[in-house]
């Protein structure tokens, strides 16, 4: 059975797992012989999926634990620290995956419609960046981070760039890519490294929420030199090589997943 | 005495005007013609000294009104929009200008002192990054845009970069640079302009907060091709130009205005 | 009759003004009551038309002197360099402007048909980029600059992307870009300011020789917030913009002048 | 023995190999179990020391080939090309990496040295862009490359900033990105992926011919979150990265692999 030397009793962290690139991200590492630990906020009616999901990851002798919580809830996130650090012990946790997609997609100006309020924009900043530095934060209070441990970020194109609706979720991915630099900095007296994965248009459930999202998968396809859109699996494939003691001196890089959509 | 003709009854809105590069702004415009409205938050020791700074702008022969009011506060931003309203009229605005400094100078990471806090974090992210985008809906909303007018908001190397002591104001500059795109995109259809000047080191009352500015004047001036710091001038300069009507096919760009500091 | 002050009695060199960008850039100048030098290599067939706005600026009251010369023939450029200083005079360029497009246009890859040679890449280099500083080294040499003088080039988005049959002029553009940042570091000590323009797609002679340049327009028309293509103007007003004295601290920037087209 | 599974019995092709970041690739990927091809030019005095490290390679149960001759020569590379074609034959080689670094090192502007002529960055750019091109279009052509191939060539931060001494080198490392990028979009058809490594400071020989290397050694071990210097081998365990499998869908990007030297 292939596994990888350098995880072998290694734990990740998978924020926002139950679907999309988060799941593939703890398919690919538990495959690799990472344990894992999920934390995810699932509806009932996907709970029976996401339970064979974990008995299949269980299948490669890995650990799998799960949290369905409100990873924004700083009481329920104290919560999962300590039965972490019960069960699993300090120094555990080889990587930190953040793939919480939680954001409010309207328009900055509409004549006729609802806009993004404020308070829209606070909460997508704080779900889908501030939240990032949260765990980041506790997890190192805590010791949970093994030496050489991996921080990685999922963001996109819409980082730099301005798309119709997307205007909360952009500024968030921007703040997103900032907060992930400034682990990359202050948090290397802890040996860890943090990098962004900048991931191309992939049909995942948050993709669908966009309004024009078959217009953005359509013209993906037609951009991207290999004529397909970018798989979870890709995404994942690409955390697994960030956390390889190879990439150990890769810190603080935005790296693209997207198969050359950006170059187009 | 010398005008600029695209200037003469115009007006222009500087939010976080009391000092620096708002204010720098704000004499920049009165000089070639523009009126001023100022909204800012003094202390009572520099009111004085802004007073005289306003008595000086109008002597160009253009108005100045200013607000000494916290423009975080909504129902002040609404009062201030009314006033506006009544005084100046609508579709009076060639340009606002956003020049808010007001975020938390805290690590990310120090055993032994304080450090952010979310709410820190989102302290930070609502009042430079998300009150441009509060700010313009509401000018939009009031009618106060003159056809082709522009915003400008101010941003530093300092998003995509990581500084100790920086990361919230680093988090909000990143997304302040994404807001304005998003403007830019979405309010194209009103003729507004959005853009971002990136300004070089600037021995402001900002930049004297920072802990560590005093190193980092330092190697500004070192790394400058010209050796010396930028001038709250040299910002006001390019605002100016970014105003013309020259700089109607200017949008969405970030402008960095340093000597060439961000070459090096 | 309207004029900038700043510029009465300058000089402006415009290496490729037959046309285009460099064209427009001439005429918006002469316009603003500039002096205009313009190196072209124009066929016979536009020469007429050439003659006829040569005369359409100098009705500006400014003076206008042509060299029809291969820019890149180093003994053309030393007796242009000649005739200059001794009907101009030295120190009186406030601007040289590279607006140079000849490259070859064929693909890297295609098992079919005819690709890019070696030298086709030299000589596009050569002739899009390294002729920048071969100009701006002999008329620094020839003291022909101004102090506060601006050396502007032209280049587009294709710099940092990749498009198909584009590789030699993408190539040229990102060099081009470089050399700009290299003199605007190294030319800092005689007070030259350099700056590329990142024009948006402009329907001129240069374009319509790509191969797929209507699918270009078509595509830039639908992502520009402005619904309309980048005109020679628009490049000319940006020009004007940065050689005016208030852009005296923009250097070693790359300022998109394409209506937003870059932020899509 | 510990092999990576996806590399057994591919070839490497290492251009530049003698030295630097291309031996220690050569190093890393042999000892993963790759077969490895080497042009080098290596003087007669490093002989002895670059074929120990041969016979250390060689250890690791792979074919090491190697050809000293100058790689910028079109007839020696049509004679490598015909010589690996016969004796390791078509389809082999799993990647391509370009580690040549032969450039001109002298100012764009000083009034008493000597300074970088025309062909100074002709030479320059050939050798350390356009080349890539020219071996990568010869193994196309002569079907060398295995399906989904990996292209990877060293850059560095010098390629967006500007480096007094550096400029032609600068632009050098510019136009290599973006052919790069063309690569990347071009050759998909043949399943290659083409991206750069951003490597930071490297202790090297090449870089030791830099005027200022020790002050840049300096200031980089200051700025590194890590407070080192970049190795050799950081970067061979990044092209060993972006060779696994896993790194199937990373196509045209640029990789920082400089500990986070590039936030600061």
């Given at each position: 059975m292939k596994m990888t030397q350098d995880y072998i009793g290694k734990w990740a962290m998978i924020l926002g797992g139950s679907s999309g690139l988060g799941l593939a991200t703890a398919q690919k590492l538990a495959q690799e012989g990472m344990n894992i630990c999920i934390v995810h906020r699932s509806r009932r009616s996907i709970l029976a999926a996401f339970d064979t999901t974990v008995e299949e990851m269980k299948s490669h002798n890995v650990d799998v634990i799960s949290f369905n919580i409100d990873a924004m809830n700083p009481e329920k996130r104290e919560k999962v620290i300590s039965e972490v650090v019960n069960s699993v012990g300090v120094?555990?946790?080889k990587t930190l995956v953040h793939s919480v997609a939680r954001g409010n997609l309207k328009p900055l100006h509409d004549?006729?419609?609802?806009v993004l309020s404020t308070n829209d924009f606070t909460l997508?900043?704080?779900a889908?960046?501030?939240s990032l530095y949260d765990w980041v934060s506790a997890f190192a209070k805590a010791n949970l981070f093994s030496p050489d441990a991996r921080v990685i970020a999922f963001t996109s194109?819409?980082?730099h760039k301005a798309w119709k609706q997307y205007g909360a979720v952009a500024a968030a991915k921007a703040a997103l890519e900032s907060i992930t630099r400034s682990i990359a900095l202050e948090y290397a007296p802890l040996g860890i490294k943090a990098n962004c994965i900048q991931a191309g248009v992939t049909d995942t459930e948050s993709l669908r929420l966009i309004p024009g999202s078959e217009v953005m998968k359509e013209k993906s396809i037609e951009r991207n030199p290999y004529g397909r859109l970018t798989l979870?699996?890709?995404v994942a494939n690409a955390v697994y090589l960030l956390c390889r003691d190879e990439a150990i001196w890769i810190n603080g890089a935005i790296l693209p997943v997207d198969g050359g959509d950006h170059i187009r």
């Open positions: 120094s555990a946790f004549p006729n419609g609802s997508t900043l704080d889908m960046a501030v194109e819409g980082s979870p699996e890709d």
